[in-house]
Structure formats: structure tokens, C-alpha cells
């Protein structure tokens, strides 16, 4: 199972929005809507950010926001602000027999 | 409030094995499946494992098959890796997960793993 395709980096200023996306295949992205966000800070463990392609857990900010067309997912970060620049990882479930499949990362910097 | 608390990480040399633990907390246990995720130096996350809630179905990713087990004790809320020939490659942290992309998904604070001679 090859992990999911994730754009290396991208940036904003304070205020903007940004969007990373999420490549998988009809096996996993494309099939379930099962797609996670996680954000890493360093040294940190991820956070959970998106569940189930647009679902927020309990206490994450409405500033982030997920979706899902065909084989890609998309996490959009509205408002930017200095704290959510970290590494954002996508996760799929991707079939009994290979259970998660993570994305590649793309690192969000603040300008 | 749940908690997983990974140990054993180290140095070993190549060919060597470590045995990690993840104590859990806060939640029944043996409810859930539970996973371990690894995370090399300056990389990405791999998912690399799962056992089943009674142990008996576990899952490896190909780059372990053959080399790690998973295995989990009920009794006492714990989740293990046994990691034999252990390879430069391996050399990560390890995270124990609870819910790995569920709305409850609960991360350990990792233990490093250092494959050198």
C-alpha cells in the first residue's frame, strides 16, 4: 500500500486561508469516508484534527475544515494564525486487509 | 481522561531486539483495537501494525512482516512490540495509538528506537 500523495509544503500569511490536499486511490480514499487529519507540532505527537473527511473532534477550532471529491481529500485551514503552523498528515482506512494508509505530509509555514 | 504511555525504546545494535510496552489508561481497554504507528527521523508517519480487540488478528505492514509481533495483555492494559533484526531502517519513534482516524483517536508520547552499531 503506497502512501497517500500530499503536497510537500505550502504557506500563508496571518488571516489567509490555505488548502492541502490528499491523493489516494479508489482503494482507500476513494472508497471510504474515512479519511483523518492529524497536525504534528515538533517533537510532539499528532493531534487529530478532521475525522470521517469533515468531521471535528471535541475542541478543535471551526477555523478547520475537511472534504473529500473522488480520490482526493482536502483540509482547508481558514484565519490563519501563527499556531497552526506544523506538519499535517492525511490518514484513509484502506480495506480490511491493509487497515490505514498515511499521507506523504505537508509542512504549513506562517509567514 | 485516557492515556498511553509507551516504553522500551533504546540503542540497539543491527540484528538486536527490543520489546516496547504501551500501558493505557482512561478507557476499557480491551474494547478497542489498538496500533502502532512509526515515525523515522525527519519522515512521515507509517502505520505499521494493529492487533484485534482479543489479539487473536493482527495486521503488519510489509516493511515488519516477518521481523515484529504485536501482541496485547488484557489483564493489564497493555500493548507490546516485539522488534527482532532490527535494521538501521527501523530506527524511529514508535507511537501506540488508540482509534488511529476514529473520533477518539488518543496518541502516546512515543519512544525513540536507535538501530547502530
Known amino acids: 500500500q503506497s502512501a497517500l500523495t500530499q503536497t510537500a509544503s505550502v504557506s500563508g500569511s496571518p488571516g489567509q486561508s490555505l488548502t492541502i490536499s490528499c491523493t489516494g486511490t479508489s482503494s482507500d480514499v476513494g472508497s471510504y469516508d474515512l479519511v483523518s487529519w492529524y497536525q504534528q507540532h515538533p517533537g510532539k505527537a499528532p493531534k487529530l484534527m478532521i475525522y470521517e473527511v469533515s468531521k471535528r473532534p471535541s475542541g478543535v477550532s471551526n477555523r478547520f475544515s475537511g472534504s473529500k471529491s473522488g480520490n482526493t481529500a482536502s483540509l482547508t485551514i481558514y484565519g490563519l494564525q501563527a499556531e497552526d503552523e506544523a506538519d499535517y498528515y492525511c490518514?484513509?482506512?484502506?480495506?480490511?486487509?491493509?487497515?490505514?494508509?498515511f499521507g506523504t505530509g505537508t509542512k504549513v509555514t506562517v509567514l | 481522561e485516557v492515556q498511553l504511555v509507551e516504553s522500551g525504546g533504546g540503542l540497539v545494535q543491527p540484528g538486536g531486539s527490543l520489546r516496547l510496552s504501551c500501558s493505557a489508561s482512561?478507557?476499557?481497554?480491551?474494547?478497542?483495537?489498538m496500533h502502532w504507528v512509526r515515525q523515522a527521523p525527519g519522515k512521515g508517519l507509517e502505520y505499521l501494525s494493529a492487533v484485534s480487540i482479543t489479539g487473536g488478528s493482527t495486521y503488519y505492514a510489509d516493511s515488519v512482516k516477518g521481523r515484529f509481533t504485536i501482541s496485547r495483555d488484557n489483564s493489564k492494559n497493555t500493548l507490546y512490540l516485539q522488534m527482532r533484526s532490527l535494521r538501521p531502517a527501523d530506527a524511529a519513534v514508535y507511537y501506540c495509538?488508540?482509534?488511529?482516524?476514529?473520533?477518539?483517536?488518543?496518541w502516546g508520547q512515543g519512544t525513540l528506537v536507535t538501530v547502530s552499531s
Open positions: 482512561g478507557f476499557t481497554f480491551n474494547n478497542f483495537a
Open positions: 490518514c484513509s482506512y484502506a480495506g480490511s486487509s491493509t487497515p490505514y494508509v
Open positions: 495509538v488508540k482509534d488511529v482516524g476514529g473520533s477518539d483517536s488518543h
